[in-house]
């Protein structure tokens, strides 16, 4: 799984045997988030949490709106698809 972006200490991450709809892994301090992305207009919208805090959330989310088409972009080069 290539990590894309590490933000606040949190891997981003895109499982290469993963399943649509596009979306990202955020993990860490034993916590993982899964944001669907919404390519390639977005926005990212949380679909699970497992453990951070709203706080967390919304700045993590608010990264990975910044940089949604890079998202997007890898996502389709590992999948070939949105």
Request: one cysteine or more.
């Amino acid at each position: 799984m290539p990590t894309l972006l590490v933000i606040f200490g949190l891997r981003v991450v895109i499982y290469l045997n993963d399943h649509r709809p596009a979306h990202v892994h955020v993990i860490g301090s034993g916590h993982e988030a899964v944001f669907n992305l919404h390519c390639p207009a977005g926005p990212p919208e949380l679909r699970e949490n497992y453990g951070f805090s709203r706080t967390q959330l919304t700045r993590v989310s608010n990264e990975l709106e910044a940089r949604l088409l890079n998202f997007c972009d890898e996502w389709k080069r590992i999948h070939d698809y949105f």
